[in-house]
């Protein structure tokens, strides 16, 4: 994952910076969906520990991630002949087809 700095480009994460960056870097880096939520104290006496989670969770909404789908190289080459085989058949049907209509009228 990538932070998206207000300026021009992204910046890398630095998942060593921080103990639960390190946790969710799986998470974070990977092609996966992660959804974050920070959770905040109502009481006086947790200003500084909710001022760090929402500077946390100020930087956190700028991850980016490319997710995609993480499929098995086999089962891709299956899926696409499969794929290949059903045109193919699509492609015999028609020209079955026309050979047959050209031979009767002809």
């Known amino acids: 994952g990538t932070l998206g700095w207000g300026g021009g480009g992204a910046m ?5 910076d921080s103990k639960l960056t390190c946790l969710l870097q799986p998470s974070l880096g990977g092609s996966s969906r992660c959804l974050m ?3 905040l104290s109502p009481s006086d006496l947790n200003f500084e520990d ?3 989670t929402l ?3 100020s930087r956190a909404r700028r991850v980016v991630n490319q997710v995609v789908v993480n499929e098995d190289p086999q089962s891709k080459l299956i899926r696409e002949l499969r794929a290949e085989i059903a045109l193919l058949r699509r492609q015999l049907t028609v020209t079955t087809a026309a050979a047959a209509a050209a031979t009767t009228t002809g």
């Open 50 to 52: 909710n001022l760090s």
């Open 55 to 57: 500077m946390y969770a």
């Open 12 to 16: 890398h994460v630095p998942y060593r």
């Open 37 to 39: 939520l920070a959770c």
